[in-house]
Each structure stands twice: as structure tokens, then as C-alpha cells.
């Protein structure tokens, strides 16, 4: 069975600064792994997926992931962060496409003016 | 592309009365379809995963007569709640998926029951 691990329900940064979510797995296959973010009474919108290719993935609004299989990390960054990126955001693993996803507990995301 | 719509976004019912939730792949065919539940500020739980033409499998501790989910066609999905009562107030999800590693998922329902 696969499962994440989100470290840190809350994180706060300031305008412009790094933003660092972290996000650990566990799988006895090799995962696919993804971020999502969830903004006040929506869905979830897909940041970035890592599915055994690059293990550096580059996603949309200028978040990137990278996968370390030695570490079993799928972090997620963002070297500057903007106000539009309060939200919550989930790691999510599955085993392959079709199958169910299992999520992560969520991080909020709050970003200091 | 790869557009998912829920209707309604927002249903207020009376305890006792059931609330139907649409969701629909509005420009693909979605051979599969998933439904979670999110209660505040807590993670998606998934409920059920349904194939079209072919009956939902629940997860454990899901009332299957509680939740009745039809998959009659490959853009539509739908989630019955039955009889609702206030604890099944909570934001509802879908999501659908063509290939492999893509979910892609709907705005979401908020349910409240009163």
C-alpha cells in the first residue's frame, strides 16, 4: 500500500521568500507522485506529477518537485513566493494511473505580506 | 481541455431528503470516475471509484445504500446521497480519469444538511 507523509500542517513565509513543502512516501512499487492545490471551496487543481521520468519536475505558477528515492522525498518548491499562493496544497501517490489516489493530510500554505 | 464539472456547486436539503450531485468530463471520455469527501480543513477521502457500465466499488466504510453512485456513461457520473442527515454535510469531489497517472477533478459540492 502506498502512503504520504506531510510534514507540517502550516507554513507561513513572506512575500518573495522560498517556499518549502515537504512530502514523504511510502511504496512498494515505484510511485507516481503529485501535488495539488486547493484554494477556499474549490477543487483541486494539478501543480506538478512525477511519474518515473525526470526526477526533477517542473510545474505550473513556477513550482517545481523533486523525487529522491534515496530520502523517499517528493518536496515541493518555489524559490519566491507571491500572495496568490495561500492555498492548501496535497501530495497525493498512486501506483500507477486509474487507481486510487492517497492523499496527504494537507499543508496551508499562508504568505506573509 | 480536460475539464471536470460538478452540479450543484452548493445544495442546502432538509434532513431525510436525498441530494443528487452531478459530475461530468465536459471534453474527454472518462473511462473511470472517483468520489471523495472533505470534511473542514482536512484531507480528500476517497469514497468510490466507478467504471462506466459497471458498479461502483466502495471503500471500506462507505454505505453503499447511503451513497448510491451511477457511472451510466463515459462523461457522466452521479452521487446519490440518500436519506441525507447532517452528518453527511461536508464538500463532495469528484474527479475523472482517461489514461494513466491523470485525474483530473471537479470544483467540488458543498452538502448541507439541516
Known amino acids: 500500500a502506498q502512503s504520504v507523509t506531510q510534514l507540517g500542517s502550516h507554513v507561513s513565509v513572506s512575500e518573495g521568500a522560498l517556499v518549502l513543502l515537504r512530502c514523504n512516501y511510502s511504496s512498494s512499487v515505484p510511485p507516481y507522485l503529485f501535488w495539488y492545490v486547493q484554494y477556499p471551496n474549490q477543487g483541486l487543481q494539478l501543480l506538478l506529477k512525477y511519474t518515473s521520468a525526470a526526477t526533477l519536475v517542473k510545474g505550473i505558477n513556477g513550482f517545481e518537485a523533486e523525487f529522491k528515492k534515496s530520502e523517499t522525498s517528493f518536496h515541493l518548491t518555489k524559490p519566491s513566493a507571491h500572495m496568490s499562493d495561500a492555498a492548501e496544497y496535497f501530495c497525493a501517490v498512486t501506483k500507477s494511473g486509474n487507481e486510487k489516489l492517497t492523499f496527504g493530510t494537507g499543508t496551508r500554505l499562508t504568505i506573509i505580506p | 481541455g480536460a475539464v471536470v464539472s460538478q452540479h450543484p456547486s452548493r445544495v442546502i436539503c432538509k434532513s431525510g431528503t436525498s441530494v443528487k450531485i452531478e459530475c461530468r468530463s465536459l471534453?474527454?471520455?472518462?473511462?473511470?470516475m472517483f468520489w471523495y469527501r472533505q470534511f473542514p480543513k482536512q484531507s480528500l477521502m476517497l469514497m468510490a471509484t466507478?467504471?462506466?457500465?459497471?458498479?461502483?466499488?466502495?471503500e471500506q466504510g462507505v454505505e453503499k445504500d447511503k451513497f448510491l453512485i451511477n457511472h451510466a456513461s463515459l462523461t457522466l457520473s452521479t452521487l446519490t446521497v440518500a436519506s441525507a442527515h447532517p452528518e453527511d454535510s461536508s464538500f463532495y469531489i469528484c474527479?475523472?480519469?482517461?489514461?494513466?497517472?491523470?485525474?483530473?477533478f471537479g470544483p467540488g459540492t458543498r452538502l448541507t444538511v439541516t
Open positions: 474527479s475523472a480519469s482517461q489514461s494513466l497517472a491523470e485525474q483530473y
Open positions: 471534453d474527454f471520455q472518462a473511462t473511470t
Open positions: 466507478s467504471n462506466e457500465g459497471s458498479k461502483a466499488t466502495y
